[in-house]
């Protein structure tokens, strides 16, 4: 071997040894997300449901001794931090007993919209929380049902009248304020349907019966538009975001098992658009979807291989379905269940498992360390600088 090509070795050695160094530094890398266990009100089980831009977490709990379920409202330390503090909001007179109260989704200003028993029990109504909690009414009937919220406190549910479960959007007088109106947003033909989410521009995501009395997800916009199916016969649609993309669940051709979806309209916040199915995490049984960022990205629940268990997931178009107990540190106890609300930040919550008691959690994405990035940035200058280096040397040996 001649001295020159002994010395291109040298630097093509160079190179690798700087790419295994990020190589070995990239397996070292920390989990992507850290694990937060947001407790409970003192009872044994707690779930979150939805979760707004600083972090704030709204669900439900059992409190001391399991004697009651309340809706919570969580509120980090510091705006997207992993410590904080959570809360009752109590209800709107009832006695809790059971799955009568809940908290479901909060907005940007701190407002929890969900649902109470009122005093007597009789009845149970939709709330709207901003350090009180307000009774929302009914569209007539028994009862109403809050889900989600959005950034001017518009609220989206179900309520019963004479002619069945109704969709309602509760539209407050003035932004963000207690008093305002409930309408029916009617359905696709069947004698039922429920709005589950809402985004900034008033869409309202939900579910309706049609006149075959199958049930599809919808989109409202002040017109109840039919979003389809993955071939089964029946779809829910749960999570919207501020783009118009609507995630859900659906059966799949064969009605055998349901798969969570993700539609996306041809244009932003546009009632025409394309359904796809985002699969499984390995099980033959169902899949479900819960939220989506303005990133699209997807969180919910899913069987895992050998339908052995369900998991909480998160899907990006570029990545595709991941398990979130991939995603953690696999010491940490945690097996986490149910995805249910992402923002954009990217921070999750839903329901997961740190032994035998089921508890909402709030996963923080890691950043990627500096080191790292700086490691990856530096490596052409590396190669580059060894390179004239030893070019030069070569030139003087010659």
């Given at each position: 071997m001649t001295k020159y090509r002994t010395i291109d070795c040298i630097v093509l050695l160079s190179a690798l040894v700087a790419c295994s160094g990020i190589a070995n530094e990239a397996a070292?890398?920390?989990?992507?997300?850290?694990?937060?266990?947001?407790?409970?009100?003192?009872?044994?089980?707690?779930?979150?449901?939805?979760?707004?831009a600083?972090?704030?977490?709204?669900?439900?709990?059992?409190?001391?001794?399991?004697?009651?379920?309340?809706?919570?409202?969580?509120?980090?330390?510091?705006?997207?931090?992993?410590?904080?503090?959570?809360?009752?909001l109590g209800t709107l007179g009832g006695d809790t007993s059971g799955f009568g109260v809940g908290g479901w989704d909060v907005n940007d200003s701190g407002q929890v919209s969900g649902w109470s028993y009122i005093a007597g029990n009789a009845e149970i109504h939709a709330f709207?929380?901003?350090?009180?909690?307000?009774?929302?009414?009914?569209?007539?009937?028994?009862?109403?049902?809050?889900?989600?919220?959005?950034?001017?406190?518009?609220?989206?549910?179900?309520?019963?009248?004479?002619?069945?479960?109704?969709a309602f959007l509760w539209t407050?007088?003035?932004?963000?304020?207690?008093?305002?109106?409930?309408?029916?947003?009617?359905?696709?033909?069947?004698?039922?349907?429920?709005?589950?989410?809402?985004?900034?521009?008033?869409?309202?995501?939900?579910d309706s019966r049609t006149i075959s009395d199958a049930n599809h997800a919808f989109l409202y916009d002040g017109t109840m538009h039919d979003l389809g199916t993955l071939g089964g016969r029946h779809s829910y649609a749960l999570g919207i975001n501020e783009g118009g993309q609507v995630t859900g669940l659906s059966y799949v051709t064969g009605d055998a098992t349901q798969h969570a979806f993700l539609w996306t309209p041809t244009t932003p916040n546009g009632v025409s658009g394309t359904m796809i199915d985002l699969g499984t995490l390995g099980g033959t049984y169902s899949s479900y979807a819960y939220g989506v960022n303005a990133s699209g990205q997807v969180v919910g629940g899913s069987f895992t291989t050998g339908n052995a268990a369900r998991h909480a997931f998160i899907y990006s178009s570029g990545s595709g379905m991941v398990d979130l107990n991939s995603l953690i540190d696999p010491l940490s106890g945690w097996e986490l269940e149910l995805g249910t609300a992402i923002n954009d930040a990217g921070q999750i919550t839903g329901l997961g498992f740190n032994g035998s008691e089921g508890h909402a959690f709030l996963l923080t994405p890691v950043p990627e360390p500096a080191s790292l990035a700086l490691l990856a940035l530096g490596l052409p200058l590396i190669v580059w600088r060894n390179s004239r280096r030893f070019a030069d040397q070569k030139g003087t040996l010659s």
């Open positions: 070292a890398l920390p989990p992507a997300y850290t694990v937060t266990d947001l407790g409970t009100l003192g009872g044994s089980l707690s779930q979150g449901f939805g979760i707004n600083s972090g704030q977490v709204a669900g439900w709990s059992y409190t001391i001794e399991d004697a009651a379920i309340h809706p919570f409202l969580w509120t980090p330390t510091t705006p997207g931090g992993a410590a904080g503090t959570m809360i009752d709207l929380y901003d350090g009180t909690m307000h009774d929302l009414g009914t569209l007539g009937g028994r009862d109403s049902f809050g889900h989600g919220i959005n950034a001017s406190g518009q609220v989206t549910g179900a309520s019963f009248t004479m002619a069945g479960t109704r407050p007088t003035t932004p963000n304020s207690s008093t305002g109106t409930m309408i029916d947003l009617g359905s696709l033909g069947g004698s039922g349907s429920s709005g589950w989410a809402i985004n900034a521009s008033g869409q309202v995501a939900g």
